[in-house]
């Protein structure tokens, strides 16, 4: 069964200059996204910085408003819905933000963190504290945490309340920003093999976005490569390791860095780029051409002439390059 349905979703941000601060142009966030995810599964959403995945994040939880698209949520559109009728399906999507430490209120004890969800949802005080107790130990924290105040825990220990505060209202999908990229690399550990725990637990629906394939490998059921505001090249987990077919994907994977028994890494993903990929300054998109054109490797006459869009090249694997078609 889909619990999330995506299409075409757009957002652009005004570029405005000079001194009547005239709009010049636009910043593509996300442009024209299209996605499914089934329940109990897991989409991974790789990219660098810039290539639109938080904002694609914001846009599904109502954070922000596209300017085009359409987005689905348990067969219901939500797209336009207004905050008050939204709060009614807030409930079903949840997200946890990469900080652990700014999206929580530093004024504001654990308890009242992780329970003001539930009691904007209604919940009595008696349940709340209940359920509140519940959560500690579900995601690794003790009951003495609730009477303490954010600053007072590691990185680690805060990305934790930051999950249970997103468990509190009881969600069927969970949007994870970056949850660990801030984070040790032994607590990143630690806090994927928990969301791996809950989600078994509770058949929850993960959108995990990361920078770092090697995690999203480890927790994806699919995985989707975004530059610049549009999906490159979607496919399941593993068949994005053995077989990929984007020049965009293929530098993602040769920057994977090759560390004692990872040294394999590059033959078992059958890169062939396994000199470096060149990677080139980031240029101004410019229309009705590849947007990764100047940084691309394998670019031919017909990447200028033309935008590829994103077909099934083959079965379950998607990507958008004209070469590939």
């Given at each position: 069964?889909?619990?999330?349905?995506?299409?075409?979703?757009?957002?652009?941000?005004?570029?405005?200059?000079?001194?009547?601060?005239?709009?010049?142009?636009?910043?593509?966030?996300?442009?024209?996204?299209?996605?499914?995810?089934?329940?109990?599964?897991?989409?991974?959403?790789?990219?660098?910085?810039?290539?639109?995945?938080?904002?694609?994040?914001?846009?599904?939880?109502?954070?922000?408003?596209?300017?085009?698209?359409?987005?689905?949520?348990?067969?219901?559109?939500?797209?336009?819905?207004?905050?008050?009728?939204?709060?009614?399906?807030?409930?079903?999507?949840?997200?946890?933000?990469?900080?652990?430490?700014?999206?929580?209120?530093?004024?504001?004890?654990?308890?009242?963190?992780?329970?003001?969800?539930?009691?904007?949802?209604?919940?009595?005080?008696?349940?709340?504290?209940?359920?509140?107790?519940?959560?500690?130990?579900?995601?690794?924290?003790?009951?003495?945490?609730?009477?303490?105040?954010?600053?007072?825990?590691?990185?680690?220990?805060?990305?934790?309340?930051?999950?249970?505060?997103?468990?509190?209202?009881?969600?069927?999908?969970?949007?994870?920003?970056?949850?660990?990229?801030?984070?040790?690399?032994?607590?990143?550990?630690?806090?994927?093999?928990l969301l791996l725990e809950l989600q078994d637990k509770f058949?929850?629906?993960?959108?995990?976005?990361?920078?770092?394939?090697?995690?999203?490998?480890?927790?994806?059921?699919?995985?989707?490569?975004?530059?610049?505001?549009?999906?490159?090249?979607?496919?399941?987990?593993?068949?994005?390791?053995?077989?990929?077919?984007?020049?965009?994907?293929?530098?993602?994977?040769?920057?994977?860095?090759?560390?004692?028994?990872?040294?394999?890494?590059?033959?078992?993903?059958?890169?062939?780029?396994?000199?470096?990929?060149?990677?080139?300054?980031?240029?101004?998109?410019?229309?009705?051409?590849?947007?990764?054109?100047?940084?691309?490797?394998?670019?031919?006459?017909?990447?200028?002439?033309?935008?590829?869009?994103l077909q099934e090249v083959l079965p379950g694997h998607f990507?958008?390059?004209?070469?590939?078609?």
């Amino acid at each position: 069964m889909n619990i999330l349905e995506v299409k075409e979703l757009k957002k652009y941000f005004p570029i405005r200059r000079g001194l009547f601060y005239k709009t010049v142009g636009y910043v593509k966030a996300v442009d024209g996204v299209s996605f499914l995810l089934n329940k109990g599964k897991t989409l991974g959403i790789v990219g660098e910085s810039g290539s639109g995945k938080t904002t694609l994040a914001r846009l599904i939880v109502r954070l922000m408003e596209p300017n085009e698209g359409q987005i689905f949520l348990k067969g219901a559109e939500i797209t336009h819905f207004s905050e008050r009728k939204f709060r009614s399906s807030r409930k079903f999507v949840q997200i946890v933000f990469q900080d652990p430490f700014g999206s929580l209120d530093p004024r504001f004890t654990v308890d009242r963190i992780v329970g003001e969800g539930m009691e904007l949802l209604g919940s009595g005080v008696a349940e709340r504290r209940e359920k509140i107790k519940q959560l500690m130990g579900m995601v690794g924290l003790s009951q003495d945490a609730l009477g303490r105040f954010p600053h007072e825990f590691s990185g680690g220990q805060r990305q934790r309340i930051s999950i249970a505060r997103a468990l509190a209202a009881e969600p069927e999908l969970l949007i994870l920003d970056e949850p660990v990229s801030s984070l040790d690399l032994s607590i990143q550990a630690q806090v994927i093999n928990l969301l791996l725990e809950l989600q078994d637990k509770f058949n929850l629906t993960y959108i995990f976005i990361a920078h770092d394939l090697r995690v999203v490998r480890h927790v994806s059921d699919e995985i989707c490569v975004m530059y610049r505001g549009k999906i490159l090249e979607k496919a399941s987990s593993n068949e994005i390791f053995k077989n990929p077919l984007h020049p965009y994907t293929k530098l993602l994977l040769s920057a994977i860095p090759l560390l004692g028994r990872k040294r394999d890494l590059l033959e078992e993903v059958k890169v062939e780029a396994k000199a470096k990929v060149e990677v080139k300054a980031e240029v101004k998109i410019k229309e009705n051409r590849c947007r990764f054109l100047e940084r691309c490797p394998e670019k031919d006459k017909i990447c200028v002439e033309t935008e590829p869009e994103l077909q099934e090249v083959l079965p379950g694997h998607f990507v958008s390059c004209l070469k590939k078609n």
